[in-house]
């Protein structure tokens, strides 16, 4: 039974390494503009405190509830920065999304989260704007203030969920 075990752990090691490793270069997935093939304006930044922040990565989902068949959902995007080790992300959660238009921070329904080596700071005050919703990105800027933190000059173009 060992001489089993041995080979099978070495090949799910093997696959384990292949599957992670991460290639360089542009994104290989679908384009937030039309006839591209590989994905370079996804991005996110803005200004925290006066000190430039652009993401690492950045992504959109869309929710739906199970038992509403309405077609509304929520909008979430979450970008991640990891600037030389210390991480930290800015999340927004749209409830009833509607596309283009502009949603006032009033948490839960529209709320912004930023995440630092310092903790979570929940925004309470701020907005967010979508410029363009199309079948490829979701375009828009934002800024909020939360608690000692201050976002402003905030923009982001993401991939449509």
Known sequence: MTRISIP????????TV????????????PSVQQNNKLDTLVHMGAKINGVSWLTDS???????????DSGVHDLEVTSVNRNGGDVSSINFHISNYTGVGTYIVNPPLVSVTYYNAQGRHFAT????TV???T???IIGTFN???DTVIVTQGEFNVQSP
């Open 18 to 29: 292949w599957g992670c490793s991460k290639q360089s270069g542009p994104a290989n997935v």
């Open 131 to 133: 410029a363009s919703d």
């Open 144 to 146: 909020f203030t939360a």
């Open 135 to 137: 079948l490829y990105a």
């Open 125 to 128: 005050s701020g907005q967010i």
């Open 58 to 68: 950045v992504y959109s989902n869309f929710i739906t509830r199970p038992s509403d």
């Open 8 to 15: 099978f752990a070495v090949v799910v090691l093997l696959f």
